[in-house]
């Protein structure tokens, strides 16, 4: 009975091989394990056998049974991949030409700036480091030395989402927790800058969005100083905005830093521009990530992207660039 139950299984098995679409598969499936199957069969007649027959003729049965039966579910991917293959080209449009004509784009200005800002960046030495828009609690406020109850957690409004604890999940308030996942990851020195879209409970209007895109940068390594800060910011303005812009550094307050300023650019006719805020970053967001700040020092900076492109293209609300105006888009 044994011989029979392999021929059963070789049988059962080609069939499933042969198969070329769910329907044959449905049908070698039912034949080998159908009620009227031989596999069923066979087990209806273990009944009759001797005890110690009974046990071998069994397991080899449902070994049989059990091989069959992964057959059918490996060939059934199989196919399902293929039917989907067989969808996705059957779906597939070219959309290269539209009613005859070529359709051609161009990136979005922010887009422009973002990419613009990386190349500078870039070209000055730094990495570009991403990090996930939903982010903890802990890697957004507690590691950035803004622990609960402190009052700066007041002024980024932020926005939680149901995950994990109360209060314990939110889109990230800024690009900075890439800092935090940045120094956990990887050994110093370390010189990265982190664009990347925000949330906040921010009122649309002609300066603000509850989405916007920032840029931040971090240069971890042993005898870094606010000398250094101010030499990468005055080499970044050079760079971005060109000849006869500088910059200059102002005395403020972050908790990620210490001591902290806000980056100024200065415009050719002598003007102005608050651009960003920036500092040495603090020892207890150094342990945070992991870094001994007895060993080593570092400083970090972090503006707006939309801000840069406002200027960059001469804007004057930042709601246009949400607005979809194929007219205003044409423009940059």
Known sequence: MIDDIKEYETTALE???AAETMIQLDEAATAALGRSGPLIEAKRQLGSLPVDDR???GR???EAKARVTDAIESRRQELAEVERAGQLEAERLDLTELLGAPVTGHAHAVTQAWEELEDVF????FHIAEGPEVETDWHNFDALNIPPGHPARDGFDSIYVQHGDSGATLLRTHTSPVQIRTMLAQ??????VAPGRVFRRDTADATHMPVFHQIEGLVVDKGISLADLAGTME???ERYFGAGFSSRLRPNHFPFTEPSGEFDVQRPDGSWLELGGCGMVHPNVLRAGGIDPEEWSAFAFGFGIDRLALMKFGIGDLREFFTNDIRFLRQF
């Open 60 to 62: 080899a049965l449902n």
């Open 55 to 57: 046990k071998t003729v």
């Open 122 to 125: 870039v070209g000055m030495g």
């Open 235 to 237: 080499a970044f303005t």
């Open 187 to 192: 050994e110093p020195p370390i010189y990265i």
């Open 15 to 17: 069939s499933v091989a």
